[in-house]
C-alpha cells in the first residue's frame, strides 16, 4: 500500500514565525500535491510538483512556497506565518494526474 | 479551468437506506472521475473512481455511474450502515493536465 506521511499530526505557530510541513511518499510517485483544507471550502491545491526541483502553483500559493529535492520528499513552507493560514493541510502524491491520488492523514496547523 | 460542483453538502439517511451524492463538471477533457472518503481525523481515502470510457462502476455497496454529455456523475450507497458516515468528496482531473479539482464536499451521516 502507498504510504504517504505527514511529519507533524498538530502544530502551533506564532505569526511571523517560518514554518515548515514535511511530507515523505514511499511509492516512487512523480506527482506530489499540498491542500488547504477548511470547512465548507473543501480541499484548495496550494502548490503541486511532478517532478523533482519542479514546481508550480495551484489555486491559493500566496503566502506559501514549496521545495522538492528528492522524489519522495514534499515540503510547504509558511515564510511568515499568519492567523489566516490556521488550517488543516494535506499531501497527497499520484503517479499520475489519471490514477489515484493518495493522502496523508494531514498536519492541524494553529497560528496564534 | 475545471470547476466541480458537489451536492448536496449535508445529508442524513436511515441505516439500510440509500445515499447519493451529485457532482457537475465543467470541462468536457475531464477523463478521470475519483471519489474520496474522509473520516474524522484522517486523510481523504479513495473509494472508487471511474474514467470516462465507462458509464458506471459498481464495488459492493458503491456505485458511481457518469453522464458524460451533462457532464456529472453521482456516488450511490446502498444498505447505509453507521460506518459509512463521513465526509464524501468527488474529483475530477485532465490525463494531459497535472491538476485534480475537488467539489466541496458532502458530511454524510447514517442514523442508526
Known amino acids: 500500500d502507498v504510504k504517504v506521511t505527514q511529519s507533524s499530526r498538530y502544530l502551533v505557530k506564532r505569526t511571523g514565525e517560518k514554518v515548515f510541513l514535511e511530507c515523505v511518499q514511499d511509492?516512487?510517485?512523480?506527482?506530489m500535491f499540498w491542500y488547504r483544507q477548511d470547512p465548507g471550502l473543501g480541499l484548495r491545491l496550494i502548490y503541486f510538483s511532478y517532478d523533482v526541483k519542479m514546481k508550480e502553483k495551484g489555486d491559493i500559493p500566496e503566502g506559501y512556497s514549496v521545495s522538492r529535492e528528492k522524489k519522495e520528499r514534499f515540503s510547504l513552507i509558511l515564510e511568515s506565518a499568519s492567523t489566516n493560514q490556521t488550517s488543516m493541510y494535506l499531501c497527497?502524491?499520484?503517479?499520475?494526474?489519471?490514477?489515484?491520488?493518495?493522502f496523508g492523514n494531514g498536519t492541524r496547523l494553529t497560528v496564534t | 479551468g475545471e470547476n466541480v460542483e458537489q451536492h448536496p453538502s449535508t445529508l442524513s439517511v436511515q441505516e439500510g437506506d440509500s445515499a447519493v451524492i451529485k457532482c457537475t463538471y465543467s470541462d468536457s477533457a475531464s477523463n478521470y472521475f475519483p471519489w474520496y472518503k474522509q473520516e474524522l481525523g484522517k486523510g481523504p481515502q479513495l473509494i472508487i473512481d471511474i474514467r470516462s470510457n465507462v458509464g458506471e462502476k459498481k464495488d459492493q455497496r458503491i456505485a458511481v455511474t457518469l453522464n458524460k454529455t451533462a457532464k456529472h456523475f453521482s456516488l450511490h450507497i446502498t444498505e447505509t450502515q453507521p460506518e459509512d458516515s463521513a465526509v464524501y468528496f468527488c474529483a475530477a482531473s485532465i490525463k494531459s493536465g497535472n491538476q485534480f479539482y475537488f467539489g466541496t464536499g458532502t458530511s454524510l451521516t447514517v442514523i442508526p
Open positions: 497527497a502524491s499520484s503517479q499520475r494526474t489519471d490514477s489515484p491520488l493518495h
Open positions: 511509492m516512487d510517485h512523480e506527482n
